[in-house]
């Protein structure tokens, strides 16, 4: 397989008005008969015709109704084409029963179903699979299945057919189509222009039907709030969600026929947790928002793809933003951004939009979605929200119909406010996270007071194939704090243009500085402070990321410190002791708070500072530091939990489940000296949330093994409720057993290798313990990879996005190295890799 370079773009030759396509539905033979109309692009001279085309058998093919022999090879099928435009015809055979993949049309559950982002649709039949080709859609499926569906509106439909219609161009990955033994949850929402759109959630007969509610709702919330806060109405007369148990990514915003992983659509409050209703909420109402940020207005190339989903992911967040709490939301990105630095840290750091790729699904990433999302954030905060509002009108007014770039997008923001700082465009091709330092001044004034000096300086480290970078414009929102915690200044947003820059300010007092407040920039702050300062922020500071952030780093610090053979001290323990008994702040913000920094931030940080992490004395630091804390607020605890618990009936809302949080929290650090009240917890458990906290508390604690098996057998025909027992089991596995665990786990008869879900419950769960996947012994990596390999014969998508799981391994001593090393060099040595895990192993290990 070969790379594909972002500068070698050049605008397809034929354009397509019209796509007409009948599936004849069956298991091991479907056949597609398509007729499509072509046109010569007015913007070309190049009229060469290819069409792409990964494995379906040609069975005929006419040029305007006379059959024409084209020339088809592996990656897909050229001829020779008249001079004008033509009706191009095809008929072909696909299996999707053997189609593992789940990438074209495959089946799942005796459904048959479709993923077609990015190239999956060359895998059902011929066509120009690039988003800046865009047509309107006519489908016809035949199946004797009771429910046929597609894209836009339904046509006619009748015993063993349905025909449907999509007015609206759009790109081949947009195309959807299930057919199955399928029942709906109806549900009706009426634009603010007053047309009423018929809404469904599809699932498998059975206990799924009563678990969509919620999504509904969710998509209900959203379509009005789309109206509300971007004036976007929904274009069609339907929306359709379907529930897939097999399912490569999250969800996919297909035209008015949504396809989701049944993990983020399905719930109870028996089956689901908080969580999980909340990421149900934020996927439901991203795919929907796709319909215009991405749908309406699409991406040229998959180069772009940061276009549709950076922005959706902002849109997304700042919808749960104002249907929950906007400041937990806010350190729940920036958590989700962790990950993001990890990559930039690591061998896959590649910039928001790439320069080259081999296979395109392999940079669906935390930079291109999450990195991506924050720089419609950074830019919006630049230009205020008037600007923001402005920008994006003309963005839909311009742009509607149309495939663009991310050029496209700035333009819209220069055009429509004339501020955007010149060198924007550096942080979507720069890779890698801005340092940002800090550094001050004081200067007392005879009269009283003085004068403050903040001197702010950023470098972005090397990355693969970018060893320089160019400053970049950093908006660093700030605070200046008195002693006594008041605001000594109004809060305001320092660009930072250059390399650097200084800023001055007259004080009555010196004051500690609150730096990057609401996580203002995608960047790492470096600013000497002593934990005296981070505990002042963590007690005073009113903004609550920086609050949060400034635990966080007086937590990490310890830990470090701790790995390194320091004893816990008691100021953090104390500090959160304080917290955790203050009732001013919300449950969920001071849970977030009592939450430690995982060990893989723990390792990162050390790395930062130039050390070899070594997971099992981080291991030992954490744990050590959990029972500190646990002992710290020993007599409070019981009360803690009493106050926080739930007696009203589940509601999945911000304020239940921010209660629930802090319970859960509480329920984890009593566990550590005493098991009772967990065990108590988990038999009295009403919901899934407080059962999963219960059963976390006491693994982690060492105990649970019964409950544990309880929970297996009881919820052994629930396919996700048992995903999270499949997770617990390796997470929770001591540091020296967690690889076999996982093994012993995969080779049960419930673990299915085509299932993603499951896959993801064990082996994502072993990357998760830190420790255990970087055992000295190697076990974790020869697992890891023997799973991965088996994987991607089936499935090479998923196996190369869980490959990612290696992308630490340069941190660690000489030893790890050449055992992680050498399980890449296996992956890389297999026969028959596919070209995905290839690039993913290779770009690794490199
Ligand atoms: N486009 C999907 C999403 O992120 C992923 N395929 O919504
Ligand atoms: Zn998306």
Redesign the pocket.
Known sequence: AQAVHLADYAPPPWLVDEVHLVFRLSPQATRVLSRIRFRPNPATEDRTFRLDGDGPRLVRCAVDGAEAAPEVREAGLTLTPPDRPFLFEAEVEIDPEANTALSGLYMSNGMFCT?C??QGFRRITFYPDRPDVMAPFTVRIESDLPVLLSNGNPGAAGKGFAEWHDPHPKPAYLFALVAGDLVPQRDTFVTSDGRAVDLAVWTRPGPDEGRCAFAIKSLKTAMRWDEAAYDLAYDLDVFNIVAVDDFN?????NKGLNVFNSSVVLASPATATDDQFAVIEA?VA??YF?NWT?NRVTCRDWFQLCL??GL?VFRDQQFSEDVRSAAVERIRQALAMRGQFREDAGPLAHPVRPESYVAVDNF?TATV?EKGAELVRMLKSIVGDEGYRDALRLYFARHDGQAVTIEDWLQVFRDATGTVPEHFGRWYSQAGTPRVTAEEEWEPKESGGGTYTLRLAQETPPTPGQPCKAPMPIPVRTGLLGADGSELVEERVLLLEEAAGEWTFDLPERPVPSLLRGFSAPVILRREADDAERAFLLANDPDPFARWEAGRRLATRLLCRMAGGARADDALPQALRALATDDAPDPAFRALCLALPSEDDVAQALHDDGAAPDPDAVHAAREALRLAVSKAMEDVLPGLRGAMRVTAPYRPDAEQSGRRALWGAALGYEALLDAAPAQAAYCEATNLTEEIAALSALLAAGHGAAEAEDFRERWSDERLVLDRWFSLQVRFAAPEKAAGTAEALARRPEFDLRNPNRFRAVFGALAGNHAGFHNASGAGYDTMADWLLKLDALNPQAAARMSTTFETWRRFDPDRQARAGAALDRILAAKDLSPDLREMAGRIRD
């Open positions: 993923q982002e990015a990514m999250g969800a996919m915003e996927v991203h795919e796709h991405g549709k989903e959706t669906y979605y």
